[in-house]
């Protein structure tokens, strides 16, 4: 799970278009405009609570609801399990409107399902195979 964790991280090299409107909010002689600062805490902040929140969950989830099936079954069910888990953390935040949801919600999917993409490529013995310990 921490090769997950740290890919999501690593996909923040590439800006969201909230981070950068959010960067670019403040007038350029505000003494407030700090965006920069907070951003540098806010994006390790947000990619934990992705990661513990949902690709956690997902993961582990979609290995067991996938298990003694193919790598892309198990990658399927892990995508599905957290595009519902994501939709369920972006509306109990409060975006209640799905014109603010779903380009946030679409940037969070394609994020993490490039780190549940590393994940499932640590996953990817094959039941029955010596790595799970079976015979």
């Known amino acids: 799970m921490h090769l997950s964790g740290a890919i999501l ?3 923040f090299l590439v800006p969201p ?3 950068l409107d959010a960067a670019y ?4 002689g505000d003494p407030t405009a ?4 907070v951003l540098l805490l ?3 902040m947000a990619c934990a609570s992705f990661h513990v929140m949902v ?5 582990l989830l979609g290995a067991w609801l996938g298990r003694r099936r193919t790598t892309l079954v198990k990658y399927g069910s892990a995508v599905v399990v957290a595009s519902a888990l994501s939709l369920l953390l972006f509306w109990s ?3 209640n ?11 969070a999917m394609v994020r993490g399902s490039i780190g549940l993409a590393g994940y499932m490529w640590v996953m990817r013995a094959q039941p029955g195979s010596v790595r799970h310990g079976q015979s």
Do not use: F, H, K, Y
């Open 9 to 11: 991280l690593l996909t």
């Open 34 to 37: 700090d965006s920069p600062l």
């Open 97 to 107: 409107a799905w014109g603010s949801i779903l380009p946030a919600w679409a940037d």
């Open 93 to 95: 935040l409060g975006w």
């Open 55 to 59: 690709q956690i969950p997902a993961g």
């Open 25 to 28: 909010a403040t007038p350029p």
């Open 42 to 44: 806010v994006v390790p």
């Open 17 to 19: 278009l909230w981070m």
